[in-house]
């Protein structure tokens, strides 16, 4: 396994074409009303990704061993893939 930066075990990368911005997730309750809204790649953002795009096994193990984040924007004029630092 090869180990990332501050000893994280897992990399949650997002990916972007050209000028796309990342966009937000809304929590809705059981009416329908918005309670809460996440910026793509938040930590709050991730944390409702991973209940629903991996198993609990994987989710507590990502939360116990923690992750880096970062940023993939695709410049189709440049043919090239550049790396952006995630802040948020």
């Known amino acids: ?10 990399l949650i990368v997002g990916i ?3 000028k796309s911005t990342y966009g937000w997730i ?18 709050e953002w991730i944390a ?3 209940k629903t795009q991996v198993s609990k096994r994987l ?6 061993h923690g992750y880096e984040k970062i940023g ?8 090239k893939m550049i790396m952006e630092y995630i802040t948020w």
């Open 16 to 18: 972007k074409y050209h």
């Open 26 to 43: 809304y929590i809705k309750d059981t009416e329908g009303s918005v309670v809460a809204k996440y910026k793509q790649m938040s930590k």
């Open 1 to 10: 396994m090869t180990h990332l930066s501050h000893g994280f075990r897992y």
């Open 59 to 64: 989710r507590k193990d990502i939360q116990d």
């Open 48 to 50: 409702e990704k991973l």
């Open 72 to 79: 993939l924007r695709y410049y189709p004029d440049l043919d």
